[in-house]
């Protein structure tokens, strides 16, 4: 199972980016999955979560009403859109997926991309 990120970058405070993760390698659709964020010196922290359906969504206090996680199991694609950024939540974004749903919020799924860069300008 392979993740990758893309769609991180260089944002001034008040933009937005979109986030993707592509997975591949997943022997079927029923992995619930999950963004985090690692800021340099902190510990990575939940962002946002995802059923496998689509119809069921988690996010963290901190972005709710700004961020919406989707995804479309046809392109095994999990999204991330980010609203009214902020220059603290500048940090390497991260994709997850397990088939467990607790597991991956929690952060301890099974499966991890390698990270986006996501920096935020004052």
């Known amino acids: 199972v392979q993740l990758v990120e893309s769609g991180g970058g260089l944002i001034q405070a008040g933009g937005s980016l979109r986030l993707s993760c592509a997975a591949s390698?997943?022997?079927?659709?029923?992995?619930?999955m999950g963004w985090f964020r690692q800021a340099p010196g902190k510990e990575r922290e939940f962002v946002a979560a995802?059923?496998?359906?689509?119809?069921?969504?988690r996010y963290a206090d901190s972005v709710k009403g700004r961020f919406t996680i989707s995804r479309d199991n046809a392109k095994n694609t999990v999204y991330l859109q980010m609203n009214s950024l902020k220059p603290e939540e500048t940090a390497v974004y991260y994709c997850?997926?397990?088939?467990?749903?607790?597991?991956?919020?929690?952060?301890?799924?099974?499966?991890w991309g390698q990270g986006t860069q996501v920096t935020v300008s004052s």
């Open positions: 390698g997943l022997t079927h659709s029923y992995y619930t």
């Open positions: 997850a997926a397990d088939t467990n749903p607790e597991a991956v919020v929690a952060g301890t799924g099974g499966y």
């Open positions: 995802i059923s496998w359906t689509g119809g069921s969504t």
